[in-house]
């Protein structure tokens, strides 16, 4: 039977999942076609390489025929890194890379994102803090991509989205606060996308991309948490409306319906909690 909370990622036009046996063993299997999976063990068998039949295959996605996900480990102390399944070369499957060594903790990498260039995550590392990271499937090529709030301290990357070839993302920087910024995953090409709340954090909540276009809230230090939309230039990241002109309207749920509409959960201050549309 599936596992629960597993991830579904498709390959080669083949859907890779995780699936516990009767014997409680979890493996990886991928599905060939109507009925039909792979024989155990599969892929993986998760329950042999993590010490524990609770592991499961999540955060994936997948990146010159490896597999980068981040299951639990079992141990004293137990511990979650990202690991890897390469698909060309079973011999390089297992741990990808230990990035917090400190104390046997773990890094608690994620949101992984595969750019041309390689695979973008976010992971903890005690010198860093949480930063962005970046792999290409392989150990050697695994390594801190941006110290954005350099020292220990965190810049806490989240909000992940694909904007054409770039990833976007909301991140904390020592001083423009906490901002949404993008890069293409090559070295040098992070950069903020526009400082929306120059006297502080505009903190960018619920994040989505639709059509090309990120929709979200954010508080410029005037109007509060409203509707904001960008297509990752300065220029093109604006204010849609003050939804809530006394306080939060914190929209979220962004969702499209049809070629035009999208439709969201919003608070004008007069009705609570309810359905917009833009």
């Given at each position: ?261 999208i439709y969201f959960v919003a ?12």
């Amino acid at each position: 039977s599936a596992a629960s909370n597993t991830s579904f990622l498709e390959y080669n036009n083949e859907l890779i999942l995780d699936s516990k046996s009767s014997g409680n063993q979890v493996y990886i299997v991928k599905i060939l076609g109507s009925n039909n999976y792979t024989e155990s063990p599969g892929l993986e068998s998760l329950s042999t390489k993590t010490g524990s039949p609770n592991s499961r295959f999540i955060n994936a996605t997948v990146f010159n025929d490896k597999i980068i996900y981040n299951p639990w480990v079992a141990g004293s102390p137990s511990f979650i890194e990202p690991f890897v399944i390469d698909l060309q070369n079973s011999a390089n499957t297992g741990l990808l890379f230990n990035i917090n060594t400190a104390g046997g903790g773990d890094s608690n990498p994620r949101y992984f994102t595969a750019l041309s260039s390689g695979v973008l995550f976010s992971a903890y590392n005690p010198t860093y803090g949480y930063e962005l990271w970046k792999t290409d499937g392989t150990a050697a090529g695994t390594a801190l991509f941006n110290d954005i709030n350099t020292g220990g301290a965190d810049s806490n990357p989240n909000e992940f989205n694909l904007l054409g070839t770039q990833l976007t993302f909301v991140a904390t920087h020592p001083t423009l606060g906490r901002e949404l910024f993008k890069t293409n995953g090559n070295t040098g090409s992070l950069v903020l996308v526009k400082d929306i709340n120059t006297s502080g954090d505009s903190n960018p909540q619920n994040v989505k991309e639709i059509n090309g276009v990120l929709y979200f809230s954010a508080d410029n230090g005037t109007v509060g948490q409203e509707l904001w939309k960008s297509n990752g230039l300065n220029a093109g990241t604006v204010l849609v409306k003050d939804i809530n002109p006394s306080g939060d309207a914190l929209p979220s749920n962004f969702t499209q319906v049809g070629s035009t509409t999208i439709y969201f959960v919003a608070d004008d201050g007069v009705n609570g909690r309810e359905l917009w549309k833009t």
